[in-house]
């Protein structure tokens, strides 16, 4: 499965509804949320996800109900000074 970088602008959201789509995102058997990074007082959101095609993380959207302004195909990755294929 490829990843993906999600972002969103939400103004409005709250701890408790990012939680419960944050919990909803594990039970999908199509798609996965692996890591959410969010600043509720600015209502920004960015979001890594792992699916097979974009357009099922779209259909997840629209199925949740989320708004989302892009998402990118995560083709490399750093962490710790690493550089590796995603």
């Known amino acids: 499965?490829?990843?993906f970088m999600c972002?969103?602008?939400m103004k409005g959201v709250t701890r408790d509804?990012?939680?419960?789509?944050?919990?909803?995102a594990q039970q999908d058997p199509t798609v996965?949320?692996?890591q959410s990074f969010a600043?509720?007082?600015e209502g920004k959101?960015?979001?890594?996800?792992?699916?097979l095609q974009p357009e099922a993380?779209?259909?997840?959207?629209?199925k949740m109900n989320v708004p989302y302004?892009?998402?990118?195909?995560?083709e490399v990755e750093a962490a710790g000074g690493a550089v590796k294929t995603a």
């Open 32 to 34: 996965k949320g692996l």
């Open 45 to 51: 959101i960015y979001c890594v996800w792992q699916a």
């Open 1 to 3: 499965m490829s990843k």
């Open 69 to 74: 302004d892009s998402i990118t195909q995560i």
């Open 39 to 41: 600043n509720l007082t």
């Open 7 to 9: 972002t969103h602008t």
């Open 57 to 62: 993380i779209v259909a997840w959207f629209k």
């Open 17 to 24: 509804q990012f939680s419960q789509v944050v919990a909803a």
